[in-house]
């Protein structure tokens, strides 16, 4: 495994259903990020958590809200989601994100299907 | 701003022929380059990076990829490839200064036996 763990694998959910997709990381990382990745599109950064605390949150409709408990944890919470936000959902850590050269580590993701 | 140009949706080649994965990167200052690759089902691994130095950087797997500062390209390269390196290959850029790592579109390789 790679040391990051996302939880579901696979959500399916309504429209109108609050979710939450779940990451934690166990390598001792100080940030953790949340991408999205559409077919044949670039990932789209969503947001980036340091130390706990945000640093960027990429123009992300606020039907995503994330939260970062601890710097092993992150979550984001799903509500009231479109058709067009299915995707895979990757979650990564790295130590200094302020760091050019740091690499990012991924989980495998969590595949939402919207209905 | 930065961005990231992957050219080819698809890369077919022969098991043992090379195999190229093309890159091209746009930064507004001095570029940190990556590659990482997905298999299906799973999460993106890093194969390589450039940060500074020697042009030819070697990875993973037997994998390299030379930065072209005037032509602005970070091709991936593997002298002899097998059908285990059929997977979707990314390539990432990150502008000296900022925390932003900013993916191409992906690359499907395909290796037949």
């Known amino acids: 495994e790679t040391g990051v763990t996302q939880t579901p694998r696979h959500l399916v959910m309504g429209m109108t259903n609050k979710k939450s997709l779940k990451c934690e990381q166990h390598l001792g990382h100080n940030a953790m990020y949340w991408y999205k990745q559409s077919a044949k599109k670039p990932l789209e950064l969503m947001f980036v958590?340091?130390?706990?605390?945000?640093?960027e949150n990429n123009s992300v409709p606020s039907r995503f809200s994330p939260e970062c408990p601890n710097s092993s944890h992150l979550f984001l919470h799903l509500h009231t989601l479109q058709p067009e936000d299915s995707a895979l959902y990757l979650c990564?850590?790295?130590?200094?994100?302020?760091?050019?050269?740091?690499?990012?580590?991924f989980g495998a993701g969590s595949r939402l299907t919207v209905l | 701003a930065q961005s990231v140009a992957q050219p080819e949706d698809q890369v077919n080649v022969a098991e043992g022929n090379p195999l190229t994965v093309k890159c091209t990167y746009s930064?507004?200052?001095?570029?940190?380059l990556f590659w990482y690759v997905q298999y299906p089902n799973r999460g993106l691994q890093f194969l390589l990076k450039?940060?500074?130095?020697?042009?030819l950087v070697k990875g993973s797997y037997g994998f390299e990829a030379e930065f072209n500062k005037s032509q602005t390209s970070f091709h991936l390269k593997k002298p002899s490839a097998l059908v285990s390196d059929s997977a979707l290959y990314f390539c990432?850029?990150?502008?000296?200064?900022?925390?932003?790592?900013?993916f191409g579109a992906g690359t499907t390789v395909t290796v037949r036996a």
């Open positions: 958590y340091s130390l706990e605390e945000r640093v």
């Open positions: 930064v507004s200052g001095n570029p940190y």
């Open positions: 990432a850029v990150r502008d000296m200064g900022d925390y932003k790592l900013s």
């Open positions: 990564a850590s790295s130590q200094d994100p302020l760091s050019g050269a740091n690499v990012l580590t």
């Open positions: 450039y940060i500074t130095g020697d042009n």
